[in-house]
């Protein structure tokens, strides 16, 4: 029951690439992350003034963040440099968006010079950022329901260990507060999902939001001019799981906002989305080398990648795919520990994964890894970080990002530099 994935490149593409840029590194889709953007505003262009703000995490390298921008989508950022990664692909003024969780100074002032809409997650930091950078023109609140269960089919998990958003109470206080200090227009933001493929969750987002948007106006006289519906949504690395088919989701969302659009109250608010994983995730390739094959108390199949270059399976415990490049019509025969050279015992990209039988050299494709991939490297046991490449329409190889050196490695160091690849103390 093996399912076949495609890949959009060959073996021998990959072999000709590699003799110049040796593995590991990262293959991005074009073509691919271009179709999942125009899905998203087809299935939700029944919304006047729907808007996409990409979360730069999932994927924060700026030529994909332009062809991005190319297909309509705003930014979500949470830092400096992602606030710059927007800026220099010209997205500007509302077109970003920070979303706070302990938010600094810094941040705030950016993206208050910016005129980005900021997304406030805690009573506090309405007071924090008006006395450090100024109030905002725009309120926009994070909402967690927490203990939040629902009649129906699905019940939630508790969300009151979750370090986002605020209570209900403090919401309404929080927009009562901006009232008082003289802003006028608001926004709401819930995200209660993560990789989820159940799309009822993100319905049962918009109902709780619309609810909230009721009763916000009828309370306080506050109109929602959007409603941030988050990400979360889940993307099938697993061969026997489907895709969440965001044409029902939207179909469901639109009944039921149609229905609040019938009630006095409901301020008809834009609706936005800020999905990452959905756009980029199944367009990344991480393409490594088989180096050794070792066999032990098990088989270890041991490549030139590690966790170092893709964090989530160890991290997580997730699930990638794995092809093994002109062995695609081969039957998984042997079972491995698919794995890298981190002196951690956690460095296992799968556990008792059946494969075709692997020699050394044999080229691997770990599916799935445009979100959440290259963005989440680190650089223990002094390892390298990858280069990533772009596969363009025209089937030609961007390289959008080279692999570091050991002079990357030492160059933050005080003190020391490289010289001739000779580590020196400089004073
Ligand atoms: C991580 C994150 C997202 C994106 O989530 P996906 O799972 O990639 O859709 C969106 N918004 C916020 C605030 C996030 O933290």
Redesign the pocket.
Known sequence: MVKKRTIPFTLEQIQTLARSHPTPFYIYDEEGIRNSTRSLFNNFSWNKGFKEYF?I??TPNPEILSILKDEGCCA?CCSVPELMLAEGVGLIGESIML?SNDTGPEEFKMARKMGAIINLDDPNHLAYIEKTAGLPKVLCLRYNPGPFKKKGKLTWRHLTDEKFGMRKDQLFETYKQGTKKGIKRFGLHM?IM??DLHGEHFVDTARICFDIAVELNRKAGIKLEFIDL????GIPYRPHQKSIDMRTISNKIRTIYNRYSTKKDFPNSRLFM?????ITGKHGYLVAKVRHIKKSYKNFAGLDASMADLMRPGMYGSYHHISVLGKQSKDPTTIYDVVGSLCENNDKFAINRKLPLLDPGDIIVFHDVG?YGRGKVFDFNGKLRPAEFLLRNDGSFQQIRRAETPQDYFRTICGWKTQKGILKRTS
């Open positions: 979360p995490k999932a979500d979303t995200m993560s990789n988050g990400g979360g949504i800020e999905s990452g994983r959905f979100a």
